[in-house]
Nanobody
Framework: VQLQASGGGLVQAGDSLRLSCVVS????????LGWFRQATGQEREFVGG????????KYADSVKGRITISRDAAKNTLYLQIDSLKPEDTAVYYC??????????????????WGQGTLVTVSS
């Protein structure tokens, strides 16, 4: 499974941004796709995830209300919409695929495949 994230860049606080992640190379559909982020000097953290087939979502409390995760199955693309961006949202954002069925995982170890990351920088 290959994942290619894009859409990062330099934005102003209060702006909105949509990241994309194209998923390819799978024979069995992932159970879920997730977004994680890692700020400089910090551990990678779960942002949110979506079940690939059912479409139900799970969001981290720290960003709930400001983000929307969606997917377009026909385009094999995952999206992360972030509104009201804050400087503390500055991080490298990664998309990842969870192949194991069950619940949408919030731990890195549950995701077997990762994209290369896209940098989001929010200026104040």
């Amino acid at each position: 499974v290959q994942l290619q994230a894009s859409g990062g860049g330099l934005v102003q606080a209060g702006d909105s941004l949509r990241l994309s992640c194209v998923v390819s190379g799978y024979t069995a559909s992932p159970y879920a796709l997730g977004w994680f982020r890692q700020a400089t000097g910090q551990e990678r953290e779960f942002v949110g995830g979506i079940a690939w087939t059912g479409g139900f979502t799970k969001y981290a409390d720290s960003v709930k209300g400001r983000i929307t995760i969606s997917r377009d199955a026909a385009k094999n693309t995952l999206y992360l919409q972030i509104d009201s961006l804050k400087p503390e949202d500055t991080a490298v954002y990664y998309c990842a695929a969870q192949m194991c069925w069950g619940r949408i995982g919030v731990k890195e170890r549950l995701y077997e495949h990762w994209g290369q990351g896209t940098l989001v920088t929010v200026s104040s």
